[in-house]
């Protein structure tokens, strides 16, 4: 089973600064996908972000962007211009593709208060 | 944007009843999923689903849990007896694309 660690249990970051929430994960695959989902308050789980393993170049969406080093083992997110709606859960996931389910393993969260 | 529905959002039950949990997946997508996640805990996965059929199931999914498909739209998952420590949120998800996850909004389920 993939392992998947977030290092940082709570984050702390003021309006319109950068954060950077760090992701580990341990796997012999070659091929990969990797995620990054925020859980607000409501509890639904939101996409932010992608990356496919066998791509170089870092992902990135809007104010979000990963560091992607594959050979480090090493996934962490941006969040760039932080605003209040940012206030939310951040969860790291790993799937690989190679199993039968595509099911998704996940970190323990990194907590993530935005302060105005 | 196509969305995946749970009902309900908020059940409280007795320990020792008996739960369904009720999910509509995206209509064209195939694999469905539930997912648990204990309060202020990691999200962990309980069991995958393809072709009326189970296709992975965790160690948490033992013989008390159950998955169904019974109209080719609704994905429930059932708890024959609930035990306090199956408080958590369940999330259903149904994937279309290798990547394309959609989870739905949760339920709530509290065991007194």
């Known amino acids: 089973a993939q392992t998947v660690t977030q290092s940082q249990p709570e984050m702390s970051v003021q309006e319109a600064e950068t954060v950077t929430l760090s992701c580990t994960y341990d796997t012999s695959e070659n091929n990969y996908y990797l995620f990054w989902y925020k859980q607000p308050p409501s509890r639904q789980m939101i996409l932010v972000i992608r990356q496919e393993a066998y791509k170089q170049q870092n992902a990135t969406e809007n104010r979000f962007s990963v560091n992607f080093q594959k050979a480090a083992k090493s996934f962490s997110l941006k969040i760039s211009d932080s605003q209040l709606g940012d206030t939310a859960m951040y969860f790291c996931?790993?799937?690989?593709?190679?199993?039968?389910?595509?099911?998704?393993?996940f970190g323990a969260g990194t907590t993530v208060t935005v302060r105005a | 944007e196509p969305e995946v529905t749970q009902t309900p959002s908020h059940q409280v039950t007795q320990m020792g009843q008996e739960v369904i949990l009720r999910c509509v997946p995206i209509?064209?997508?195939?694999?469905f999923y539930w997912y648990r996640q204990i309060l202020g805990q990691k999200v962990e996965f309980l069991v995958s689903f393809y072709n009326n059929e189970i296709s992975e199931k965790s160690e948490i999914f033992d013989d008390q849990f159950s998955v169904e498909r019974p109209d080719g739209s609704n994905f429930t998952l059932k708890i024959r007896s609930t035990k306090l420590e199956d408080s958590a949120m369940y999330f259903c998800?149904?994937?279309?694309?290798?990547?394309?996850?959609?989870f739905g909004s949760g339920t709530r389920l509290t065991v007194v």
């Open positions: 209509s064209n997508h195939l694999y």
């Open positions: 996931a790993f799937m690989n593709p190679r199993s039968n389910d595509y099911k998704l393993s």
């Open positions: 998800a149904s994937r279309g694309q290798i990547y394309g996850y959609t």
